[in-house]
């Protein structure tokens, strides 16, 4: 008995099946990916802006009804991140919620996301301001927002552009607040028209912007010692005298307030052994942004 062995066409069938196949796949990990990270990505506001629509996740309590001014928190997240993902990580609506303010998650540009905090006159720059002011005042029209109570946080690269906007934007912040901020806008672009009060934290493990400062690669190209530049906004903002706390745990306080008492004072919150994260936050992965601390609750 003769035994009958397939012959070269239906090899190559298959062989072309398996390839169509393959193809299909690769194909549509892209699209999956790009699919998850729209989900992912999520926004429920936008505006145009010089023709370009720049879009924000907007996060109202169920508490608000109108009849009395509130609170506002702007919160920017960082390099590489997303609106969705800085309020997962700031956990600030959570907050809105039992206190009763407004939080907004704006979103940068670019791929990956980020903001142009580095280079005054720069179109993304300028750009960026021109967004997010009208952005409040969107808001401002909105809703019954408190023009008192406005405050800006970010986290990276939005804690540097919460830097800028309390540059251009001193008549409207009451105070801005940063975690692992990267501030590199030069002060000498910086004309404030009146101080603006400061709590930051960083920790002195972070391997993204180091504490002691260094040489960065992309545009910041280089980070300030962190505990020299808060100390620099301070005596800018006329806050001489500085108070050294001990240390709770992992955190120390560092604050300095002006001669005459004046309670709009500039904290630092040193963070020993933390990395690139949120302290109290949700976690970013440590792989990338270094150890987390869980302390949420600041010393003193």
Known sequence: MSETRPGPVPIVRTLVRVLLVVTAVLLAIPAVVVGAFLVANRTNGSITVSDLTRRYLLHVPASYDGTHPVPLVVDLHGFAQWPANQQSVSRWSDLADEEGFIAVHPMGTGTPLRWASHTPGAAETTADIQFLTELLDRLSRDYAIDPDRVYVSGI??????????????????????????????????????????????????????????????????????????????????????????????????TQWNRPDGDLADVVLYTVAGGGHTWPGGRPLPAFITGPRRTTSTPPG
Do not use: K
Not at 170 to 175: Q, S
Not at 196 to 216: M, N, R, S
């Open 156 to 253: 990276s690269n939005g804690a540097g552009m919460s830097f800028v906007l309390s540059c251009v934007l001193a008549d409207r912040i009451a105070a801005i607040g940063t975690v692992a901020g990267l501030f590199t806008y030069p002060w000498d672009a910086c004309r404030r028209t009146r101080p603006i009060p400061l709590i930051a934290f960083h920790g002195t493990a972070d391997p993204i912007v180091p504490y002691e400062g260094g040489p960065l690669r992309g545009p910041a190209r280089a980070a300030p010692d962190v505990r020299s530049w808060v100390a620099d906004y301070a005596a800018r903002n006329g806050y001489t005298t500085v108070q050294q706390f001990p240390a709770q745990g992992d955190v120390t306080r």
